[in-house]
């Protein structure tokens, strides 16, 4: 109103009253059109100035978006995630699964459905990161009698960490998608993604050969036990970096988010931004699925045995659909997919079981479920509290040989799997169990063994 005021005596004088005051209404109406108006221009530029500022307003939702609890043991953190997500102007539903703790925006084991938008950190650092389960027709009875073979076959086909790559590149048809040319940061991550093609990650990423029990026919199998390789990675360094890329990118398109809410910033998805992330996003589930894929060829080449049946399924990933005639986004970050039907496997840790199930498609869950048994403490903690005399014990208990790993990763760090799948007996059905008997994962320096 001040510069409005201001402008009106020299419009007055020039133009006449009655036709300044049209000017002014519209100019009020399109200012864009008038910023090199000879009167009213500082008008025109405060108008687009204010439109612009009244964009980055942050407004959330009158009341928060619905969401069901299934972790009756949730930490307030990531109660307060939750919560947070829910109040975003997209969010349209949520849940929070019985193996969830606190993260970066949303909780590990929360799963969002926004629509419009699509959230970076609600899918994660480590896009696509996925299970992998290959039956195999080797006796049960090679987990104890010819338990080296199977050892020798982890320690000489699988590499963990950072830096790892194989010794001799290997190839799948993943690495010649055309959506590696889709940007600049693509093109620039193909050549070390397609160094690190069939490695795993650090962290809580494995390979490892177990016992699977099945107490019914299943998977076109008969009712027995089984040996079983299970992998557990993402999509590496690549990932990583598009993670990172999109999700400064949205906290930057988003400055008027509260710091609590600055890591649940969006991308809109009728922007480059938003259509560029989801792209790049499936692509890394490609990606994830092809170093999963080469993983267990070497590993059953290596023993020169034949895959019965398998399993595999995405838990840090956004799925889009349409509900009510909406397209909507659902973000599941260390989520399982629970659709009706549909097939995952929920590890518990190096000598806890996993489990095989089958989705129940409950709605009030998104068609999610756990995608483990879920941190009870963080990696310092468990670093400061536990040695690997005090674990030794447990994994000889459980008949369980850990070839590596760090000790962040000990069972005690972990939540209780028996409890967490009794949380979750509406979403999925257990159709299978698998043992850990002999546990690979990214080796923290000292050896389990030591």
Same mark, same amino acid.
């Given at each position: 109103?001040?510069?409005?005021?201001?402008?009106?005596?020299?419009?007055?004088?020039?133009?006449?009253?009655?036709?300044?005051?049209?000017?002014?209404?519209?100019?009020?109406?399109?200012?864009?059109?008038?910023?090199?108006?000879?009167?009213?221009?500082?008008?025109?530029?405060?108008?687009?100035?204010?439109?612009?500022?009244?964009?980055?307003?942050?407004?959330?939702?009158?009341?928060?978006?619905?969401?069901?609890?299934?972790?009756?043991?949730?930490?307030?953190?990531?109660?307060?995630?939750?919560?947070?997500?829910?109040?975003?102007?997209?969010?349209?539903? @949520?849940?929070?699964?019985?193996?969830?703790?606190?993260? $970066?925006?949303?909780?590990?084991?929360?799963?969002?459905?926004?629509?419009?938008?699509?959230?970076?950190?609600?899918?994660?650092?480590?896009?696509?990161?996925?299970?992998?389960?290959?039956?195999?027709?080797?006796?049960?009875?090679?987990?104890?009698?010819? @338990?080296?073979?199977?050892?020798?076959?982890?320690?000489?086909?699988?590499?963990?960490?950072?830096?790892?790559?194989?010794?001799?590149?290997?190839?799948?048809?993943?690495?010649?998608?055309?959506?590696?040319?889709?940007?600049?940061?693509?093109?620039?991550?193909?050549?070390?993604?397609?160094?690190?093609?069939?490695?795993?990650?650090? @962290?809580?990423?494995?390979?490892?050969?177990?016992?699977?029990?099945?107490?019914?026919?299943?998977?076109?199998?008969?009712?027995?036990?089984?040996?079983?390789?299970?992998?557990?990675?993402?999509?590496?360094?690549?990932?990583?970096?598009?993670?990172?890329?999109?999700?400064?990118?949205?906290?930057?398109?988003?400055?008027?988010?509260?710091?609590?809410?600055?890591?649940?910033?969006?991308?809109?998805?009728?922007?480059?931004?938003?259509?560029? $992330?989801?792209?790049?996003?499936?692509?890394?589930?490609? $990606?994830?699925?092809?170093?999963?894929?080469?993983?267990?060829?070497?590993?059953?080449?290596?023993?020169?045995?034949?895959?019965?049946?398998?399993?595999?399924?995405?838990?840090?990933?956004?799925?889009?659909?349409?509900?009510?005639?909406?397209?909507?986004?659902?973000?599941?970050?260390?989520?399982?997919?629970?659709?009706?039907?549909?097939?995952?496997?929920?590890?518990?840790?190096?000598?806890?079981?996993?489990?095989?199930?089958?989705?129940?498609?409950?709605?009030?869950?998104?068609?999610?479920?756990?995608?483990?048994?879920?941190?009870?403490?963080?990696?310092?903690?468990?670093?400061?509290?536990?040695?690997?005399?005090?674990?030794?014990?447990?994994?000889?208990?459980?008949?369980?040989?850990?070839?590596?790993?760090?000790?962040?990763?000990?069972?005690?760090? $972990?939540?209780?799997?028996?409890?967490?799948?009794?949380?979750?007996?509406?979403?999925?059905?257990?159709?299978?169990?698998?043992?850990?008997?002999?546990?690979?994962?990214?080796?923290?320096?000292?050896?389990?063994?030591?």
């Amino acid at each position: 109103m001040g510069v409005a005021l201001s402008c009106i005596p020299r419009a007055v004088k020039h133009l006449g009253r009655d036709v300044a005051l049209q000017r002014l209404a519209e100019i009020a109406a399109a200012p864009d059109r008038y910023t090199d108006d000879a009167d009213f221009a500082p008008l025109a530029e405060r108008l687009i100035a204010d439109a612009r500022e009244a964009d980055r307003r942050f407004v959330e939702r009158d009341a928060p978006a619905p969401y069901v609890n299934y972790c009756g043991d949730a930490d307030p953190g990531a109660l307060e995630q939750m919560r947070n997500s829910l109040r975003l102007p997209s969010a349209v539903r @949520g849940a929070l699964m019985p193996d969830a703790h606190r993260g $970066y925006g949303l909780p590990i084991g929360g799963v969002l459905e926004t629509e419009g938008t699509v959230i970076p950190y609600a899918v994660g650092v480590d896009i696509a990161c996925r299970m992998k389960l290959s039956v195999l027709d080797v006796a049960p009875e090679a987990l104890d009698e010819h @338990g080296g073979r199977l050892k020798d076959a982890l320690l000489k086909q699988t590499q963990f960490g950072t830096g790892a790559k194989l010794r001799k590149r290997a190839d799948h048809a993943a690495m010649d998608d055309d959506r590696w040319a889709l940007t600049p940061l693509a093109r620039r991550l193909r050549d070390r993604a397609w160094e690190q093609l069939g490695t795993s990650g650090s @962290g809580n990423h494995f390979v490892e050969f177990g016992l699977l029990t099945l107490p019914a026919p299943d998977l076109g199998l008969e009712a027995g036990r089984y040996v079983a390789l299970l992998s557990h990675s993402g999509s590496r360094g690549a990932g990583a970096q598009i993670a990172g890329h999109y999700s400064k990118l949205a906290r930057e398109l988003r400055p008027e988010l509260p710091k609590e809410l600055s890591y649940l910033s969006w991308l809109d998805l009728d922007h480059d931004s938003g259509r560029e $992330y989801l792209a790049l996003m499936r692509l890394m589930g490609e $990606y994830a699925s092809a170093c999963h894929a080469v993983i267990h060829e070497r590993v059953v080449g290596h023993l020169k045995a034949e895959v019965l049946a398998g399993v595999e399924n995405h838990h840090n990933y956004a799925w889009t659909s349409e509900r009510d005639g909406r397209e909507v986004v659902v973000h599941r970050k260390g989520a399982t997919p629970a659709a009706e039907g549909e097939l995952g496997v929920i590890p518990g840790s190096m000598a806890a079981p996993g489990f095989v199930v089958r989705g129940k498609g409950r709605p009030e869950s998104i068609d999610s479920a756990s995608h483990g048994a879920g941190r009870r403490m963080s990696r310092k903690a468990a670093t400061e509290q536990f040695n690997w005399q005090m674990v030794r014990p447990v994994l000889a208990e459980r008949g369980v040989e850990l070839l590596s790993a760090g000790i962040d990763e000990n069972p005690f760090a $972990y939540k209780d799997i028996e409890a967490v799948m009794a949380q979750q007996t509406d979403l999925v059905d257990v159709i299978g169990r698998f043992d850990p008997r002999i546990v690979r994962m990214a080796d923290a320096g000292e050896r389990p063994e030591d």
